[in-house]
């Protein structure tokens, strides 16, 4: 964390106004946009419809924590859970892995043209995940795709497969930009620390492995709980590919859960569903964080 | 910060140097692994990029009917023609307003965070570290999340389906805070704001004409990835916007995307479409490169 160097004041001068002048529009922003937003979400999924009688007016009254047993009973959104979590566990080390190898790479002396490189895996990051997943979906569409060995054998858009597709989507994404934030912290290293290693001989490999890992370490968490976040939140995607795959239902991920359980409208249970995933979120990030630090503290 | 510039600045200079250092060590094989490896990545990331261009420039017989991956009867132009008429350049209203949603935006949310971030760094008030603290915990908010309950935040006030309700929760960047107060506190130095207090300049004016050109690179930063990230914003605009002129690109094409299997004849648009829209962001990134680049390897993790 930075090192802040406060200017002192200059006797009897007083910045309050220009403090105001530069804190309250982000923070009155913050407010509203935000964390207004956050706590309407927790006021809404306390709510419960009421009716008096089959035909009687929808009363919202306040319901405790129904919604939230609702929640907890409701299978399709636990199901939905499920797949992202089964998404995270495979597609977020592989796609780290990935940006990690070509992040020491680029790095290494062993390239040349590492700048093309850089841009080249970084460009696709510029493509916004509509584009990527409508793109790749024709690329995995039997008649149109350029890969027909690939797309004859296997129906990548089928039920079994359409989950890999998309991870396969989300991979293309972000490997140059989590690539990026990792070489980035390669070229902070100092170049002085190389110097014993290469002395005593040793290879790129065991440089890379005993020098350069170690040091990236706080890169990768940073990227790694970016990435459970992202994966928890998958929405763009699946959300494009029902356009594509019949298989990809209306609940398949749990923001597509929310979304169409606010749409029937049930915004009491859609936002009860939203806190539940916040929570789990936040859970998991802080595990991963927690996890990553004992086991660097070690 | 300024060391890590320096050894930076040191290495690329000296780039050719380790290299040729390393190659004594390096055997052949290893040189040509890492460079099989690069090519395929390349291949990886570079094919479906290629695949739309080439697409693109096809007719729509040539398009089911020839290869893929090469060009036939070049027709890129008369599809560029035939996107801009179709519907009255609804696709030109649509890249018009992602222009101004992720344009404005951008621009409007780089300076809000640059000015909140810089006053974190540099002036001391109670509450600093707390505030500091909530805006961090807002960096893992996802946007997402948000989106719904802002769509009844808006529509309790009969703003959903205006330019506001895109417009205004995409002015907030806890990201920007975070990446101005560390640029801030590195590069802009306390005996500048205090020669400028000498010389009578005021608080606001010393920002405005010394510290905002001091951070510059983490300004172009945070102005690049808050306008990628309106630019491809999908859920927020999804559910606010019911019309269709004002739906920004990737909204627009989404909905085009789903109507294929009625109208057949919209894929073409679609292809040609997404080609056009992600060459401004392309071209951006390019132009700004030595920008960001710095910005995110000063900013990312210290």
């Known amino acids: 964390m930075a090192r802040d160097t406060v200017v002192k004041a ?9 403090l105001a002048v530069f804190l309250l529009p982000f923070g009155v922003l913050f407010v509203l946009f935000y ?14 419809v009421e ?35 089964l998404f995270g566990v495979v597609q977020v080390p592989i796609m ?14 062993l390239i040349r043209g590492s700048k093309f490189f850089r841009l080249a895996f970084f460009a696709p990051y510029a493509v916004p995940s509509v584009i990527a997943a409508i793109m790749w979906g024709f690329l995995y569409s039997p008649n149109l795709s350029p890969f027909t060995a690939v797309t004859s054998n296997i129906d990548l858009l089928s039920a079994d497969a359409v989950l890999w597709s998309i991870a396969n989507v989300v991979t293309w994404v972000y490997v140059g930009y989590n690539m990026l934030i990792i070489y980035s ?12 290693a290469r002395i005593d001989g040793a290879g790129q490999l065991r440089i890379a492995w005993s020098i350069k890992i170690p040091l990236v ?28 795959s019949n298989a990809v239902t209306s609940t398949f991920t749990p923001n597509l859960t929310i979304y169409s359980t606010a749409s029937v409208p049930n915004i009491s249970l859609a936002a009860a569903m939203s806190v539940v995933l916040a929570l789990t979120t936040f859970a998991l990030s802080f595990t991963v964080l927690k996890f990553t630090q004992r086991r660097t503290a070690e | 910060m300024t060391v890590s510039t320096e050894t930076r600045a040191l290495r690329t200079q000296g780039m050719k140097k380790p290299a040729r250092d390393g190659g004594i060590r390096e055997s052949a094989v290893s040189r040509v692994v890492a460079m099989a490896v690069m090519i395929v990545a390349t291949l990886y990331f570079l094919t479906p990029l290629w695949w739309l261009l080439v697409a693109s420039s096809k007719t729509r017989e040539d398009f089911t009917s020839t290869n893929p991956l090469w060009f036939a009867d070049f027709a890129l132009f008369d599809n560029i023609a035939a996107l801009i008429e179709y519907r009255d350049g609804v696709f030109i209203r649509w890249l ?3 222009a101004l949603y992720a344009g404005l935006g951008a621009f409007l949310a780089t300076l809000i965070a640059a000015m909140a971030g810089y006053a974190i760094a540099k002036y001391s008030f109670f509450g600093r570290e707390t505030l500091f603290n909530l805006i961090l915990g807002g960096v893992l908010v996802p946007a997402t999340a948000l989106a719904l309950p802002l769509f009844l935040l808006f529509s309790q006030t009969g703003m959903t389906n205006t330019i506001w309700a895109v417009l205004l929760p995409s002015l907030v960047s806890p990201f920007g805070v975070y990446l101005s107060r560390i640029f801030a506190a590195a590069s802009v130095p306390n005996e500048i704001i205090e020669a400028a207090r000498i010389d009578g300049a005021g608080e606001v004016r010393t920002f405005f004409t010394v510290a905002t050109r001091l951070m510059a690179p983490a ?5 690049l990835f808050q306008f990628v990230g309106i630019w491809n914003n999908f859920f927020l605009p999804l559910i606010m916007l019911r019309d269709e002129e004002l739906f920004p690109v990737t909204l627009g094409l989404y909905v085009w995307n789903t109507q294929v299997s009625q109208i057949p004849d919209i894929r073409a648009l679609v292809v040609i479409g997404s080609l056009l829209s992600i060459i401004p962001l392309i071209v951006t990134f390019l132009a700004l490169q030595r920008f960001w680049q710095s910005g995110l390897a000063n900013g990312g993790l210290k």
């Open chain 1, 51 to 85: 009716r008096e009688g089959t035909f009687g007016p929808a009363v919202q009254v306040f319901g405790g924590l129904t919604q939230y047993i609702a929640v907890f009973q409701n299978g399709p959104f636990w199901e939905s859970i499920g797949r992202v979590l």
């Open chain 1, 185 to 196: 912290a390669l070229l902070s290293i100092p170049q002085e620390i190389y110097e014993a």
């Open chain 2, 219 to 223: 300004l172009v930063t945070i102005f």
């Open chain 1, 10 to 18: 200059s006797k009897g001068v007083r910045h309050r106004g220009a």
């Open chain 1, 217 to 244: 370490v706080p890169a990768l968490v940073l990227t790694g709980i970016f990435s459970i976040i992202g994966t928890l939140q998958l929405l763009t995607e699946p959300q494009v590919f029902q356009s594509f």
């Open chain 1, 35 to 48: 964390l207004v937003p956050v706590l309407y979400a927790i006021y809404q999924s306390l709510l419960t």
């Open chain 1, 96 to 109: 780290l892995g990935v940006a990690l190898v070509l992040a020491l790479l680029l790095d290494s002396p």
């Open chain 2, 96 to 98: 018009a307003n992602s």
